[in-house]
């Protein structure tokens, strides 16, 4: 309970709450420290004068602060806006906010000019209220405070908390110094003494019916019982009835039938009491396991103190057991010459010890204060909360229940993600390296000699795409043991061993030229001077399918593993990088799944059927790409003829991805094509036509292009025949497939295809 008791006081006066009223910006305030905080403000100067001469509400909040606090914090503090408004001395309260004496306003008679002619009167003054805790300034109307509702819940709170806080109770009807009371009449409402209740309260007569309760009971009883029903600010003789849904407040029957509140939804006054006791307990549940994870972590920080002072002073213990001997007998040999200069780095060195010692303690115990307030406060309102929620008053509790069911909402966004984290580990991670003491001296300095930690995969940036695979990972966020390099290492595709596939600095790696429709398992190490960490979690990729199931055994023992560097090979030789394929395939088929790609096309081409069938829209050629590019193995795929009108001169063949998009394909060096109309075929690169072949396409024929990157080669058929001789020979680098036509021509790509039976056949032959 004693956490509450903030919540219970008063920011102006610092004492517990008399005769509290609610502000319209849901904070409270004693009534008395209400009338001393009161300035005196004309009329033009009120909020409503100022939105009629064109400044906003936050104009007229900013000019009201800056008017209630002098710039200089001298203790006093003036009204701006008018010449003629006095300078009135403030104080301050024990919360540190600024009291104002009541200001006594002039009278309005009026005035003479010494001339002796009569002036007009002063402009009439308003009373303006600026809460202490929001400083959102609040203008009066004729009532002056009497429009504020009293927070009767908060009352019953305060009453409850300081007679729980009593020690015994005491007569009430002692003259001098009262003795523990024995009974409570419960109809007299009077605690009475044993002497006291058979001098003035004897069992006989009317009295002899009522009833008397054990003190303690009593205590309760009083408590429990109903009090004063709340009337309405705005009617004095009508009692709250309902609720006012946008204005969020209670009202009378007068309100609703003549009132402001006429037009406003409203809604029983009961009902709206349980549904907001009901959110407010709601909102309490979250910020209860909120607080409990806070206590929790205090325990925590308070133990990594301990443990930060109990580590320091135990590396220095065994330090000094394990290598005093062999330190002595190097220091022997090396002392004359380094005896000035290590006394000075020694110096150094001890003071980054204690610096990083006072740093680490300094900011736990900043977190540990830092979440013990905000933990008091926290349960504080906790405490607070659940005794608004005990009352049985519905229009009190309702006057304020909005802004509860706030503040609790906001304090537990407060305990956001991070907050229960520590900010400091307790590791002194340092040792002293003296190898190269002679020729360093002066750039000696403490260094980690501890293995790092595993690193971590990052499962959701990991990805495979046709026979390729990306893996990405980092270091743990706590550990503060830096890693040099990364071992990635992946299986054969088929469960054997682990091979090494990349080993260098960077955490991100693609390997291509996997297997088709093979699981791999990925795991990654990082090693530093001082060797190698453990290594992660494996991973378990799935590359594309392709026709085949799974290579054979013949062809498997025709792959060739390439050899990586080690990491001492790495650490000698920083520069070096490696992210390599773990099989060089030869003579091995890649079956890839692709369409076209409409991100890189040229704006005319019209996409369909999941963008395997393109047309254009222009009557000039354009050039669309495939999504996928190859650099390895051998590539089929083809491409049917939907449409054919006119006999235009479509082109099919593999391109860069930067090749012209408004021209004919292989009228630039990016492009390698076969164009063909209904009667012959060329093929052209750079703008350069060759080997003009007879035979044509018409609707319904099949255009074939394969490219062999183990001869490196590129081939064309027509409906399953070979198109010529070998078209293009030295294709290199990562070539996409393309076509370019007009808007007399579709076709439909088709992909996952086998090598077509010419080559195949030719291939045998070769060999």
């Known amino acids: 309970m004693e956490e509450m008791e903030e919540e219970l006081k008063c920011p102006v006066c610092g004492s517990f709450y008399r005769e509290p009223i609610i502000l319209p910006c849901s904070h409270s305030l004693c009534l008395a420290c209400a009338r001393n905080i009161l300035v005196q403000t004309p009329d033009s100067e009120s909020p409503q004068s100022r939105r009629a001469s064109g400044l906003s509400d936050y104009d007229y909040l900013d ?23 006095p300078t009135t001395p403030c104080q301050k309260s024990p919360n540190g906010v600024r009291v104002f004496p009541p200001t006594m306003p002039a009278p309005h008679q009026p005035h003479h000019h010494s001339s002796g002619a009569l002036l007009p009167p002063l402009p ?13 300034s609040l203008l009066l109307d004729d009532r002056g405070l009497r429009g504020f509702a009293k927070n009767r819940v908060l009352e019953g709170v305060i009453e409850r908390y300081q007679q729980s806080k009593a020690a015994a109770l005491r007569c009430q009807l002692c003259e001098k110094s009262p003795k523990e009371a024995t009974v409570m009449c419960e109809q007299c409402d009077v605690f009475y003494c044993e002497p006291c209740r058979l001098r003035c309260h004897p069992p006989r007569g009317p009295l002899a019916k009522h009833r008397l ?6 205590r309760v009883s009083r408590r429990l019982s109903p009090r004063k029903i709340s009337t309405c600010t705005d009617h004095e003789l009508e009692n709250h009835s309902m609720y006012c849904v946008q204005c969020k407040m209670p009202v009378c029957y007068q309100c609703l039938e003549e009132g402001k509140h006429s037009s406003h939804e409203v809604k029983a006054l009961g009902a709206m009491w349980k549904l907001h006791k009901s959110q407010l307990s709601q909102a309490l549940n979250g910020l209860s396991d909120r607080a409990k994870e806070a206590k929790e972590f205090l325990v925590q920080l308070r133990n990594m103190v301990q443990q930060i002072q109990v580590q320091l002073s135990a590396d220095k213990e065994s330090n000094h057991k394990e290598n005093s001997v062999e330190f002595e007998a190097c220091l022997v040999a090396q002392c004359d010459a380094l005896i000035d200069a290590l006394n000075r780095r020694k110096v150094q060195l001890l003071a980054r010890v204690n610096k990083e010692h006072e740093h680490k303690l300094k900011v736990v115990r900043d977190q ?7 933990l008091r406060q926290t349960t504080g309102l906790m405490e607070y909360c659940l005794e608004v929620i005990k009352e049985n008053d519905p229009s009190g509790f309702l006057q304020i229940s909005d802004a509860l069911i706030r503040r609790v909402h906001l304090t537990e966004d407060q305990w956001g993600k991070g907050t229960l984290t520590p900010r400091m580990t307790t590791d002194f991670d340092l040792n002293l390296d003296s190898a190269p003491l002679l ?19 990052q499962m959701e940036e990991c990805c495979t795409h046709n026979n390729s695979a990306t893996l990405s990972w980092k270091q743990p966020p706590m550990s503060m043991v830096q890693a040099e390099g990364y071992i990635l290492e992946l299986d054969d595709g088929n469960g054997g061993q682990f091979r090494e596939v990349f080993v260098g600095k960077e955490t991100m790696c693609t390997v291509d030229g996997l297997h088709f429709n093979s699981t791999y398992n990925a795991r990654v190490k990082a090693f530093n001077k001082a060797g190698v960490s453990q290594y992660s979690k494996t991973l378990v990729l799935q590359t594309s399918e392709g026709p085949y199931p799974r290579m054979s055994a013949s062809l498997a023992a025709r792959l060739q593993i390439n050899t990586m560097p080690s990491p001492l090979e790495f650490l000698q030789n920083s520069e070096q990088e490696t992210c390599v394929s773990p099989v060089d395939i030869k003579k091995l088929v890649a079956v890839a799944w692709f369409a076209f790609d409409p991100g890189s096309a040229h704006s005319d081409i019209i996409f369909s059927n999941d963008n395997l069938t393109v047309t254009c829209n222009s009557y000039d050629d354009r050039v669309v790409l495939g999504k996928t590019g190859f650099s390895k193995g051998v590539h089929y795929w083809e491409l049917t003829i939907d449409r054919y009108d006119n006999h235009p001169d479509p082109a099919f063949g593999v391109a860069r991805v930067e090749v012209l998009k408004d021209v004919m394909l292989g009228k630039d060096d990016k492009a390698w094509a076969m164009y063909v109309d209904n009667n012959r075929s060329w093929f052209m690169h750079n703008n350069s036509h060759t080997n003009r072949t007879e035979g044509g396409i018409t609707k319904g024929a099949t255009v074939g292009v394969l490219l062999d990157f183990t001869r490196r080669t590129l081939t064309f058929s027509i409906n ?9 020979e030295n294709m290199e680098g990562l070539l996409f497939p393309a076509v370019s036509l007009n808007r007399n021509v579709q076709v439909t790509l088709h992909t996952g295809l086998p090598i077509p039976g010419f080559y195949s056949s030719r291939a045998s032959i070769a060999s």
């Open 124 to 136: 009439a003054r308003n009373q303006c209220l600026t809460c202490p805790q929001c400083h959102r």
């Open 213 to 218: 309760l054990p003190p303690a009971q009593g």
């Open 368 to 374: 540990i204060s830092h979440c013990t307030v905000k």
């Open 439 to 457: 020729q360093s001296i002066h750039q000696l300095d403490f260094v980690q000699m501890k293995v790092p930690a595993p690193p971590i995969l």
């Open 720 to 728: 399953e025949e070979q198109q010529g001789p070998v078209a293009f």
């Open 63 to 85: 000019l009201d602060k800056m008017s209630l606090y002098s710039e200089a914090d001298s203790g006093y503090g003036s009204y701006g806006g008018f010449a003629s408004a």
